[in-house]
């Protein structure tokens, strides 16, 4: 008799995810001298003990050695509640019992800036990225699955900032593809039921059902409503408009580009007759990316920003010099958009 269809299902997905990651680390390692290059790849598994990553977990350790895979897991204590060192401990040795090598748990201090969920992202994800410098691995699972992904689309639309917001997470991301999410298609309700199944005891972390934090909020009452409404259907609906929009915004990315260097001019300013020519989208992308150029920082450039400097092209009637984050100034100046700080 096969596993249960839950756990085939989590397996799979890891399978697909590992073979990815072989063939990225081929392809790699081909170009490097065989003194260089590892005995087998390390690809670690990011575990907060919670059902979506205790079955990555359990998948990872199933999957790895049939493809030659070295599988190892990190843990990250945020040290927010009361005896969270003794439960990253737990979790570590949990990992330890599937067979995992190297496991580690790693404590971080989590700052302020951004908010409390934000912060605790970025500590996680430096410690992370560290983790897996340090052991050499060639790439970290996640567990978001496609309600977290539904969950990412509909905290973008709620942004109001464009199609990029709306595209959710990416199942390859960061520094040279480092993070994969094999889970992206799988529902969460699947990699529960595997760690029932497997009987994998795990944590339910209360921040996850604390209603103070926005996502929480959205998973306890925004999705269910919108599923009462709507149908269930509406998370893999939400799932699928963060690959379409994904696609929509990287091809809209590259016209962007190709489009940038026609609009300027020999001392490299954007000529304004010709932006206005461009297609809306296409304007406003090379728009904002000439604000990030001038130093404003990306996470504080809003729509209303980049609307406000569009004005300026396509309803120009003299209007002075708009102010954007960072100190960065944007105003017209002879048929020229001249974004710098000043
Ligand atoms: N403390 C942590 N240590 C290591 N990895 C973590 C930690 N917290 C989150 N992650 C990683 O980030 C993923 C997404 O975490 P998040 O808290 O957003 O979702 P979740 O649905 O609660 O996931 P889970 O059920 O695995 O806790 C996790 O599946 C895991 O891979």
Known sequence: MGPHPAVAAIRLAVRRALHDILNDHQTSSAEKTPHERPPSPLVLVACSGGADSMALASALAFEAPKLGIRAGGITVDHGLQPGSDLRADEVALRLRELGLDPVESVAVTVGREGGPEAAARDARYAALDAASARHGACAVLLGHTRDDQ???VLLGLARGSGIRSLS????????????RR????????TARKACLVQSLPVWDDPHNADPAYTRSRLRHEGLPALEKALGKG??????????LSRDDA?????????????VRDAAGLLECAKLYAL???????????????AGAPAGSLFARHIEEVDRLITAWRGQGAINLPGKVVAQRQGGRLVIRQG
Not at 168 to 179: C, K, Q
Not at 234 to 243: G, H, I, S
Not at 251 to 262: F, I, K, V
């Open 150 to 152: 539904a969950e990412t």
């Open 168 to 179: 959710g997470m990416a199942a390859v991301s960061g520094a040279g593809g480092r993070y």
């Open 182 to 189: 094999p889970f992206l298609q799988l529902d969460r309700q």
């Open 234 to 243: 509406v998370v893999e609906a939400l799932a699928r408009t963060a690959q």
């Open 250 to 262: 990287d091809a809209l990315d590259a016209w962007a580009s190709q489009a940038e260097t026609a």
């Open 279 to 293: 297609p809306p989208a296409v304007r406003r992308r090379i728009l904002r990316r000439a604000a990030i150029e």
